[in-house]
Every structure is written in C-alpha cells, then in structure tokens.
C-alpha cells in the first residue's frame, strides 16, 4: 500500500509554467510504476503520461508531448510534473497514480490501483 500526494497547481496564464510534486509514503516508491492524469469538469479522466521504475523511460499523450515534462526522484519519493507552454486547454484537476512493477506500463486509469487526491491546475487565457 503507498499513499499519493499532489501538490503544486495554481492558477497561471496561457503561455506560463507550472511543476506538479507527488510525494508517496508507505511503500517502496522504487517498486512502482507511476502516471499523471487529469479530469476537467464534465469530462472522462484522461491519460497524460507515465515514467518507469527508475526515470529511465517515458511517455506521453499526444496533446501534452513536448510541453510537459515527467520526472522523479526515489531518494525523496516523489515523482514530478513539469508543464510548460500551457494552454486553457489543460485546464483540469491533476491526479498522480501508481502501478506496481510486477503489472508492467499503463496509459490506462484502470490499470493503476493508487491514486492521490487530485490538485487543480487552471489556465486562464
């Protein structure tokens, strides 16, 4: 069992800069899998991207790759989001999830069993 923190959104204008943290505690932080996603008011959650065990791979959806930028850091538990050029668009509550290693890579909600509470990143234009 891990829990998830975010922590980081805001409120900036189109065209500026935000970095999301998601700190995790009660669990080996290196034995997980962990994505970003997000869910805009009325909307489906949806895939933003994932990073592997040890940073050493990524991916992103199609509308945030080049823009936002996944990282982390396993000596402090926590995984980042690093979001540039933003858009109204990304306006949405962002969540960070994990998925244990022995169940692989995702770019699906369904597939990942931990999830922190959400933070609220909105872009005015």
């Known amino acids: 069992q891990v829990q998830l923190v975010e922590s980081g959104g805001g409120l900036v204008q189109a065209g500026g800069s935000l970095r999301l943290s998601c700190a995790a505690s009660?669990?080996?932080?290196?034995?997980?899998?962990m994505g970003w996603f997000r869910q805009a008011p009325g909307k489906e959650r949806e895939f933003v991207g994932w990073?592997?065990?040890?940073?050493?791979?990524?991916y992103y959806a199609g509308t945030v790759k080049g823009r936002f930028t996944i990282s982390r850091d396993n000596a402090k538990n926590t995984m980042y989001l690093q979001m540039n050029t933003l858009k109204p668009e990304d306006t949405a509550v962002y969540y960070c999830?994990?998925?244990?290693?022995?169940?692989?890579?995702?770019?699906?909600?369904?597939?990942?069993?931990?999830w922190g509470q959400g933070t609220q990143v909105t872009v005015s234009s």
């Open positions: 999830a994990a998925r244990k290693s022995d169940y692989g890579i995702s770019d699906s909600g369904d597939d990942y069993a931990y």
């Open positions: 009660g669990g080996t932080f290196s034995c997980y899998n």
């Open positions: 990073i592997t065990l040890s940073g050493g791979s990524t």
